[in-house]
């Protein structure tokens, strides 16, 4: 008996994990596999000698491998215990021409133009506190690479903070129509890697310290790619109520305080659908919020109850708009996913499928558009890959678009000699003209001077 168990085990067959794909809820797809059954024979196994020596080098490479991820653990922490030593010597802390590396101001609303050109630490505590939604990827590597949570205190940054401090407190000197044009709605478009995620990200963090609601989205690809999706037969649009649940849950975590003291101003019933995996709830098309609720009843109605999680958040684009006790900032990152085609196929005949534009997703639908009266900041990502975009974009102001710029001449010296005193490269060979021929290589891209900077060689 033991030895038919063993053979059968033996002969498996062979099993195909399917990716994660989205699913629609209106129907899904089977897929099968053809097995074949192999006949195994018993035989003596002998090893020829080019399958000896291929073994012999396969053992030699993988060994040769080990010792290189070894090396490099061992290296790595060595780099952090000195590191942790360098801390305790302020001198070590120098910028290009003597500056001060360091900004000695700890809040992001008293920097000023005179902290240009310098690190702001922080930490990550603190950081994961104020954006619980999530860090953006460009910030995380940066604090991978260098070993420190700090990021650059560039210009561009602090006129876009400046921009909307305008907004809600403007100068008196500014009070005629001479002073400088004021936009609610703006784009942050510019090459790869000129930082326009994370100029997003430190404008959320300045936001929250100065007490505002924000709705951030720091990966609005996600809300055309994966989960559930479902047409509403009511709407004519596509609802995605696993997104959905997950954007309530992530606005509830650091505006909560804020949302309890806002009360709906909407009192229309709010809409039921299929919610995800549970179907419709029978018997009811819609449910009605209690009088006195707040936006944070609101909020939390759309996380209990899956299917009516899409309506609570477009209910919720709503309700944003109606908010005048306290400043209101709608930030997504990765918005030009919202102007090309969705992962999601509908089924037109039984051989052919319909692609779905971001539009038609009901999320999307109701946050996409900047013709309105609100604050919301928009960030292109390169790294969604969705193409190049036209320059007049449906639902956006033409005068909407900021181009950052990349690093400049002075900011990259900064950023040189700050990879020098986090052990990224060595005195030995760091140079003005090395890190400056890593300048105009990169042509100021900040992902790649990273990348560059431990490769400097001495001159000959």
């Given at each position: 008996?033991?030895?038919?168990?063993?053979?059968?085990?033996?002969?498996?067959?062979?099993?195909?994990?399917?990716?994660?794909?989205?699913?629609?809820?209106?129907?899904?797809?089977?897929?099968?596999?053809?097995?074949?059954?192999?006949?195994v024979t018993k035989g003596k196994q002998t090893k020829s000698k080019g399958d000896a020596k291929r073994s012999?080098?396969?053992?030699?490479?993988?060994?040769?491998?080990?010792?290189?991820?070894?090396?490099?653990?061992?290296?790595?922490?060595?780099?952090?215990?000195?590191?942790?030593?360098?801390?305790?010597?302020?001198?070590?802390?120098?910028?290009?021409?003597?500056?001060?590396?360091?900004?000695?101001?700890?809040?992001?609303?008293?920097?000023?133009?005179?902290?240009?050109?310098?690190?702001?630490?922080?930490?990550?505590?603190?950081?994961?506190?104020?954006?619980?939604?999530?860090?953006?990827?460009?910030?995380?590597?940066?604090?991978?690479?260098?070993?420190?949570?700090?990021?650059?205190?560039?210009?561009?940054?602090?006129?876009?903070?400046?921009?909307?401090?305008?907004?809600?407190?403007?100068?008196?000197?500014?009070?005629?129509?001479?002073?400088?044009?004021?936009?609610?709605?703006?784009?942050?478009?510019?090459?790869?890697?000129?930082?326009?995620?994370?100029?997003?990200?430190?404008?959320?963090?300045?936001?929250?310290?100065?007490?505002?609601?924000?709705?951030?989205?720091?990966?609005?690809?996600?809300?055309?790619?994966?989960?559930?999706?479902?047409?509403?037969?009511?709407?004519?649009?596509?609802?995605?109520?696993?997104?959905?649940?997950?954007?309530?849950?992530?606005?509830?975590?650091?505006?909560?305080?804020?949302?309890?003291?806002?009360?709906?101003?909407?009192?229309?019933?709010?809409?039921?659908?299929?919610?995800?995996?549970?179907?419709?709830?029978?018997?009811?098309?819609?449910?009605?919020?209690?009088?006195?609720?707040?936006?944070?009843?609101?909020?939390?109605?759309?996380?209990?109850?899956?299917?009516?999680?899409?309506?609570?958040?477009?209910?919720?684009?709503?309700?944003?708009?109606?908010?005048?006790?306290?400043?209101?900032?709608?930030?997504?990152?990765?918005?030009?996913?919202?102007?090309?085609?969705?992962?999601?196929?509908?089924?037109?005949?039984?051989?052919?499928?319909?692609?779905?534009?971001?539009?038609?997703?009901?999320?999307?639908?109701?946050?996409?558009?900047?013709?309105?009266?609100?604050?919301?900041?928009?960030?292109?990502?390169?790294?969604?890959?969705?193409?190049?975009?036209?320059?007049?974009?449906?639902?956006?102001?033409?005068?909407?678009?900021?181009?950052?710029?990349?690093?400049?001449?002075?900011?990259?010296?900064?950023?040189?000699?700050?990879?020098?005193?986090?052990?990224?490269?060595?005195?030995?060979?760091?140079?003005?003209?090395?890190?400056?021929?890593?300048?105009?290589?990169?042509?100021?891209?900040?992902?790649?001077?990273?990348?560059?900077?431990?490769?400097?060689?001495s001159s000959a």
């Amino acid at each position: 008996m033991l030895r038919s168990i063993l053979r059968t085990s033996a002969s498996g067959t062979s099993s195909i994990k399917p990716s994660p794909i989205p699913i629609s809820l209106s129907w899904a797809q089977n897929y099968s596999s053809k097995n074949t059954n192999t006949n195994v024979t018993k035989g003596k196994q002998t090893k020829s000698k080019g399958d000896a020596k291929r073994s012999g080098a396969d053992e030699h490479s993988s060994s040769a491998g080990g010792k290189e991820v070894d090396k490099a653990l061992s290296d790595a922490q060595a780099r952090a215990r000195q590191l942790a030593a360098d801390e305790k010597d302020p001198s070590l802390d120098v910028g290009p021409n003597g500056r001060r590396l360091f900004t000695s101001t700890s809040s992001l609303s008293l920097l000023s133009h005179k902290d240009a050109c310098s690190y702001c630490k922080f930490s990550m505590k603190g950081l994961n506190a104020v954006l619980p939604e999530g860090l953006p990827e460009g910030m995380v590597k940066e604090f991978e690479d260098s070993l420190r949570p700090a990021l650059l205190v560039r210009p561009s940054f602090l006129d876009l903070r400046d921009h909307f401090r305008r907004i809600v407190d403007p100068p008196l000197r500014f009070t005629d129509e001479k002073g400088p044009k004021v936009r609610k709605q703006i784009v942050l478009d510019g090459p790869a890697s000129c930082g326009k995620s994370i100029a997003l990200a430190m404008l959320v963090h300045w936001a929250r310290d100065e007490g505002w609601l924000v709705f951030y989205v720091p990966r609005g690809r996600e809300w055309t790619h994966g989960g559930f999706f479902t047409k509403n037969p009511d709407t004519g649009l596509w609802d995605t109520p696993l997104q959905a649940t997950n954007v309530l849950k992530d606005f509830l975590k650091c505006n909560e305080s804020h949302l309890k003291q806002l009360p709906c101003q909407i009192d229309d019933p709010i809409p039921l659908s299929e919610g995800a995996g549970v179907g419709r709830l029978k018997d009811a098309d819609s449910m009605a919020m209690p009088e006195g609720s707040t936006l944070y009843d609101l909020v939390n109605t759309g996380i209990k109850y899956s299917q009516a999680a899409v309506a609570v958040v477009v209910r919720l684009r709503r309700e944003l708009s109606l908010v005048k006790s306290i400043p209101v900032l709608i930030a997504i990152d990765q918005y030009n996913s919202w102007f090309t085609f969705s992962e999601y196929e509908e089924a037109v005949t039984l051989r052919s499928r319909r692609p779905v534009h971001a539009r038609e997703v009901a999320m999307v639908n109701a946050f996409r558009s900047m013709m309105h009266d609100d604050m919301m900041v928009g960030a292109f990502s390169h790294s969604t890959a969705v193409g190049k975009l036209r320059k007049d974009l449906p639902d956006v102001p033409v005068d909407a678009r900021l181009n950052l710029p990349r690093y400049t001449l002075d900011e990259a010296a900064t950023v040189c000699h700050y990879y020098l005193r986090q052990r990224l490269v060595g005195h030995e060979v760091f140079s003005e003209e090395n890190w400056k021929k890593v300048y105009y290589l990169s042509n100021g891209n900040g992902a790649e001077m990273r990348g560059l900077v431990p490769f400097m060689r001495s001159s000959a």
